[in-house]
């Protein structure tokens, strides 16, 4: 399994795509904080990347990535190793390499303009999203045997989770205005992962604005102790779930 | 003749006495009791609990080395019921608790001129009570209490039905409100801090012509509350860290005729909250990290708000309907994205600082699950571009390109 993982990582690292991506979020993050003098304004401006190009970059990376090394994986299986510790492998290679590239390109710059616990929080919070980004691809991989569905497949995927999503929220908070629908639209945000991002930095850097009525219910639902373990816990769940769920298509697939 | 005048006007101001150990008097009643008009008594250090002590005469008290008068948690401690009374330098302690009467470290009843300076006021119900004064100074004094609910603790200075005061230089910490003034006219606020109090920093109701300068108040209950007045100035304070539900930097209800310059509002949920606030003048100040920067209604009118930095705040502005009745102009706002071609320091185009969303979250206050979500920031851009749902009057047509120095 080791043997795997270090050869998936030092594969991925020699990729040109993820050093361009390395640099590219190096330049964002860089020029964001050197720009503004306000340090949580650039914490803002970067969020908005951590929930839009990290997820793209990460699923469809993973995607292609996943579909060009099909010939190397039917190799693997081949070898007496487990079916199981090749899928695994796989898995963290790419999220090391991708939570790498984002350590780099951004954890870095946020620990030493931010640094503490709102810094902290958006590196973890932003690591998460690669993970769970990598483990949605590579379920859309095992899902879709033609390389274009695949891909297809994980954009609609983005798009929702990304876009989409909110939309609906929104729509639905429209409509059912009248009603008591706090604990609803709580859980609703709380089941997309993208949101559940957005409402972990949100609780650490916007803390003014929350303070009010809505505040209360932000903080019983996510920003107390249990609340952030829970919303924590779910985005783990959703790095663990669509990994799990692949693990066990992959087992049982005929290559 | 130098000595003559002297003596002249020893014989003028009295007699001089002492209290305390080894002096004339051990207590201050007794000495009080002895004591005419015109006369000074210099209250050595020691502890005094002799119930409620009066003042009903012209004399000035001034305390050697903080001497500490102690109302056993029953009585009211200091009365003062006479013209022209100074005291000065005690440490006035335990007031006695009861919302019948409300019995304060210091109370001042129907007097004219007098003066309570550089006192250390602990642990009383109510702090200074000031009820039908006339040209009363509340100088230096330090009033610091442990309240915890509303309900059981008094105001650090409460002024009621008075005229003329100067409230200068105090620090009250952990009253329900620091300084209150109802039905108080012509009178002065300068220079205090008001800080922890449990409900509001500064709470004004029906005093007219008065104004409060360079104050600071920090992390009160529910900021600072000015109601029912006209004609108030408001120069140089510092509202800061008022936060939650229902809190504010200011509120501002029902006034007309106001000042409000150079001011400072830092990391309140609202700084500003606006109702039925008219022909007010919002002039230099700096509006920063807030979660609403200004809070105005529709019931608002002919406010100017003008040369304000408002910076770094969630939202800038919000309302909570379609009718403008108010200018704004000449503001910098950091969310505005134009361009200066002409090169005159103010942007070519105009900016609307209502953002669509603080109206929805205004409406719906759930909606803030949603805030910096991308389909919001969409909203949000779309609105700036083409205003729908807001108010298109809602405008700034000179922002600023530069923050102002303030």
């Known amino acids: ?255 | 003749m130098v000595e003559i005048l002297i003596l002249f006007s020893v014989s003028a101001i009295g007699r001089t006495i002492h209290v305390g150990p080894g002096k004339e008097f051990k207590n201050i009643r007794p000495a009080l009791l002895e004591a005419r008009d015109g006369d000074t008594l210099y209250v050595q250090h020691g502890l005094y609990k002799e119930g409620n002590i009066v003042i009903n005469k012209k004399v000035v008290m001034i305390g050697i080395e903080l001497p500490v008068i102690d109302g056993d948690k029953r009585y009211e401690v200091v009365s003062i019921k006479s013209d022209q009374v100074i005291f000065k330098g005690f440490q006035v302690q335990n007031s006695g608790f009861a919302t019948l009467n409300d019995p304060g470290g210091i109370k001042v009843y129907d007097a004219a001129n007098v003066q309570i300076l550089e006192n250390v006021l602990e642990n009383n119900f109510f702090g200074i009570y000031i009820q039908y004064g006339k040209h009363i100074t509340v100088k230096n004094n330090r009033i610091k209490a442990y309240g915890v609910e509303e309900q059981q603790i008094g105001n650090g200075i409460h002024c009621w039905k008075s005229d003329s005061l100067q409230i200068i230089g105090n620090h009250v910490q952990g009253h329900r409100d620091g300084i209150y003034f109802e039905f108080v006219t012509h009178s002065i606020i300068w220079r205090n801090i008001s800080k922890y109090n449990i409900r509001y920093g500064l709470h004004f109701m029906f005093s007219n012509d008065d104004a409060y300068v360079n104050n600071f108040f920090d992390g009160n209950g529910a900021g600072v509350a000015v109601m029912y007045t006209k004609n108030v100035i408001m120069y140089g304070n510092t509202f800061k860290n008022s936060t939650g539900d229902a809190a504010y930097g200011i509120l501002l209800k029902e006034i007309s005729d106001a000042e409000i310059r150079g001011n400072k509002f830092i990391n309140n949920t609202s700084a500003l909250f606006l109702e039925g606030a008219n022909r007010m003048l919002i002039h230099k100040n700096v509006i920063t990290g807030n979660g609403w920067g200004l809070k105005i209604q529709a019931n608002c009118m002919d406010n100017t708000i003008t040369e304000n930095n408002f910076t770094a705040n969630t939202f800038d502005v919000s309302t909570n309907g379609t009718l403008v009745l108010n200018k704004f102009f000449r503001n910098y706002w950091d969310k505005y994205e134009g361009y200066d071609l002409d090169k005159d320091g103010t942007g070519d185009i105009a900016y609307h600082p209502l953002s669509i969303y603080s109206v929805i979250i205004e409406n719906n206050p759930i909606a803030m699950l949603l805030y910096r979500s991308f389909m919001v920031t969409l909203l949000e851009r779309t609105e700036k571009l083409i205003p729908s749902i807001t108010p298109e009057a809602f405008v700034d047509n000179k922002p600023m390109i530069k923050p102002y120095i303030l």
């Open chain 1, 1 to 255: 399994m080791k043997n795997i993982t270090k050869f998936v990582i030092s594969d991925i690292m020699r990729n040109r795509i993820i050093l361009f991506y390395l640099l590219m979020l190096c330049l964002f993050s860089w020029s964001i904080f050197s720009l503004e003098d306000n340090t949580s304004k650039g914490i803002m401006s970067l969020l908005n990347i951590v929930l839009l190009t990290v997820p793209l970059v990460s699923i469809i990376f993973s995607n292609i990535y996943m579909y060009n090394s099909a010939e190397f994986i039917e190799l693997l299986v081949s070898q007496p190793v487990k079916r199981s510790t090749i899928w695994k492998s796989i898995f963290i290679g790419l999220s090391v390499a991708l939570m790498a590239a984002f350590f780099i390109g951004i954890g870095i710059p946020v620990l030493f303009f931010v640094p503490g616990l709102t810094g902290a929080t958006f590196i973890v919070t932003g690591m998460l999203i690669t993970a769970i980004f990598v483990s949605i691809a590579m379920l859309c991989s095992i899902l879709m045997r033609d390389k274009a569905r695949g891909i297809g497949l994980s954009i609609i995927l983005w798009l929702f989770l990304s876009l989409i999503y909110d939309g609906l929220v929104l729509f639905f908070m429209f409509q059912y205005a009248d009603y008591p629908i706090e604990k609803p639209m709580a859980i609703l945000t709380a089941l997309n992962p993208v949101d559940l991002a957005r409402i972990h930095v949100l609780l650490q850097v916007d803390t003014e604005a929350l303070m009010g009525y809505t505040g209360a219910i932000f903080k019983k639902m996510f920003g107390t102790g249990p609340g952030m373990m829970v919303s924590l816990a779910l985005m783990v769940v959703w790095v663990a779930g669509p990994f799990y769920l692949s693990l066990r298509l992959f087992d049982k697939k005929d290559l």
